[in-house]
Nanobody, 131 residues
């Protein structure tokens, strides 16, 4: 069973930056996909960014393009989300998700941004942005 542990959540002022990290354990061989989701109170969980191996590629939600960067190291055992120019609307619980091995159609028609496309989840890390 893959286990995901997030860290890095904090309280910052608008315009500030945070770097979230997700450490994955018991990672299987094969093509790997990992993502960051977020969920604000009374809102649905939404995809923020995803990263894939074989081939290497990334996806971003329109709301974070140009401000957030997803990256990975250690053969996808650690995934980071660098968040710059944070806005109050970015405040949410941020969750790490993984699909290991990665489903071949996860990127089709934006499926990556739906929670149902992902198998494993972390417990979340809270991001608060004050105006």
């Amino acid at each position: 069973q893959v286990q995901l542990v997030e860290s890095g959540g904090d309280s910052v002022q608008a315009g500030g930056s945070l770097r979230l990290s997700c450490v994955a354990s018991r990672v299987t061989d094969g093509r790997k996909c990992m993502a960051w989701f977020r969920q604000a109170p009374d809102k649905e969980r939404e995809g923020v960014a995803a990263i894939y191996t074989d081939p290497s590629s990334v996806d971003y939600a329109d709301a974070v393009k140009g401000r957030f960067t997803i990256s990975q190291d250690s053969a996808m055992k650690t995934v980071h989300l660098q968040m710059n120019s944070l806005k109050p609307e970015d405040a949410a619980m941020y969750y790490c998700a993984a699909d290991l091995p990665c489903s071949p159609d996860l990127r089709l028609m934006g499926r990556w941004a739906l929670p149902t496309g992902w198998t494993f989840w972390g417990q979340g890390t809270q991001v608060t942005v004050s105006s």
